[in-house]
T-cell receptor, first 113, second 113 residues
């Protein structure tokens, strides 16, 4: 069974632009969570989606948003990019909201210049 | 709030045992996890333990949980050079209201041949 896939793997954007990252969960998994990883702040939870609805949100500004489609694929969007948004964005999938196993994708490395 | 602490660095010789330690503060934690991250990669779920357990063994990995002291450890037996990576401890309440994992800052394990 294929793992969690994330596209693109690498991205370079300029301050002020917006970006969309994509995540395809493991087949049959319906819950998708997003995390940001930076050297300074470590791994921080962004949000969780289940059944096309955002169920939980971390402490990030409104520039960070996401959505989930009926096939459980998820996208996250960051508008008005700042230098501090440079990070590895990781997506994790789990079978259901009650599942305690979360499997991570390889991440998208975003660099903002 | 929740906090997870780990030491930053551990160096061992190939064939020795490695012990990576972690402390957490959230007494409502339901599951505690160990993830491995190799350079340029996402997070690999190694093992997890439910908070009502004291120990879990999975091949070369042994997890010990002292719930009274909120202390978690990961022992890797017969450590190999391929075990060199960053190891993250994480805790998660995993109830339907809060699904986010809280991660420690990671312990870099260096295995010397």
């Amino acid at each position: 069974k294929a793992g969690v896939t994330q596209t693109p793997r690498y991205l370079i954007k300029t301050r002020g632009q917006q970006v969309t990252l994509s995540c395809s969960p493991i087949s049959g998994h319906r819950s998708v969570s997003w995390y940001q990883q930076t050297p300074g702040q470590g791994l921080q939870f962004l949000f969780e989606y289940f059944s096309e609805t955002q169920r939980n949100k971390g402490n990030f500004p409104g520039r960070f948003s996401g959505r989930q489609f009926s096939n459980s694929r998820s996208e996250m969007n960051v508008s008005t990019l700042e230098l501090g948004d440079s990070a590895l964005y990781l997506c994790a999938s789990s079978l259901a909201r009650e599942s305690y196993e979360q499997y991570f994708g390889p991440g998208t490395r975003l660099t903002v210049t | 709030g929740e906090d997870v602490e780990q030491s930053l660095f551990l160096s061992v010789r190939e064939g020795d045992s490695s012990v990576i330690n972690c402390t957490y503060t959230d007494s409502s934690s339901t599951y505690l996890y160990w993830y491995k991250q190799e350079p340029g990669a996402g997070l690999q779920l190694l093992t997890y333990i439910f908070s009502n357990m004291d120990m879990k063994q999975d091949q070369r990995l042994t997890v010990l949980l002292n719930k009274k002291d909120k202390h978690l450890s990961l022992r890797i037996a017969d450590t190999q050079t391929g075990d060199s990576a960053i190891y993250f401890c994480a805790e998660g309440p995993m109830d339907t209201g809060r699904r986010a994992l809280t991660f420690g800052s990671g312990t870099r394990l260096q295995v010397q041949p």
